[in-house]
């Protein structure tokens, strides 16, 4: 049963066109995550949405935004492609207990978006 | 979150245990040990975490050594749908609700028939 769906699975774009992907989760979740990754390097964290609240890591750059417009959908919207922006795109999601203790990752499969 | 350190490549013969090291030696107390693995253009796959006991499951064993500053994957008999990347990472847990989940480079591991 798929839990963390990531669509498309293959996303091309223009160069500068603005491009959106998107995640959904059925683990009812309540952190959502979005990572990069780009050819033979580790996923590299860009935000995450804990509930509502968004969390931008200090590094990810203007030109990536995000939306989680209710608990089971999260968007990733690239606003102007660049060429160094191709890669695979994560999405995962994790569970802070009532004790605050967050709970395990699971992650997608990934979309892998190619800049033309 | 601590750092780890892992070999950049392994290889193992099908059907063979696969023993895959992580250094860990600036662990702290309240930090747990996590596995997960990379098949190619696949997303990370969570396989098994622990505090300071050896864990198992259906997928893999955890060793984690006495004073925590290095662990072991233990994958019990290989199979070619093995190969992958696998990364060790250490996360602190906190009440604070975010947990940033750190990849370091991981061991990519290749299954020899």
């Known amino acids: 049963d798929a839990m963390v769906i990531q669509n498309p699975r293959y996303q091309v774009t223009q160069f500068g066109k603005p491009v959106t992907l998107s995640c959904s989760q059925t683990?009812?979740?309540?952190?959502m995550y979005w990572y990069q990754q780009k050819s033979s390097q580790a996923p590299k964290l860009l935000f995450h949405?804990?509930?509502?609240?968004?969390?931008n890591e200090a590094d990810t750059p203007d030109n990536f935004q995000s939306r989680r417009p209710n608990t089971s959908f999260c968007f990733l919207d690239i606003r102007s492609p660049g060429l160094g922006d191709a890669a695979m795109y994560l999405c995962?999601?994790?569970?802070?207990?009532?004790?605050?203790?967050?709970?395990?990752?699971?992650f997608g499969p990934g979309t892998r978006l190619l800049v033309l | 979150d601590a750092k780890t350190t892992q070999p950049p490549s392994m290889d193992c013969a099908e059907g063979r245990a696969a023993n895959l090291p992580c250094n860990h030696s600036?662990?702290?107390?309240?930090?747990?040990v996590y596995w997960y693995r990379q098949i190619h253009s696949q997303g990370p796959q969570y396989i098994i975490h622990?505090?300071?006991n050896n864990e198992t499951n259906e997928m893999a064993s955890l060793i984690i050594t006495e004073d925590r500053k290095s662990s072991t994957l233990i994958l019990p008999h290989a199979t070619l749908r093995d190969t992958a990347v696998y990364y060790c990472?250490?996360?602190?847990?906190?009440?604070?609700?975010?947990?940033?989940?750190?990849f370091g480079t991981g061991t990519k591991l290749q299954v020899i028939p």
């Open positions: 949405y804990y509930d509502k609240d968004f969390n």
């Open positions: 600036t662990i702290s107390g309240n930090e747990y």
């Open positions: 683990l009812n979740h309540n952190v």
């Open positions: 995962a999601t994790s569970r802070v207990g009532l004790a605050g203790v967050q709970e395990t990752q699971y």
């Open positions: 990472i250490v996360r602190a847990l906190n009440s604070g609700g975010y947990q940033k989940v750190t």
């Open positions: 622990g505090l300071k």
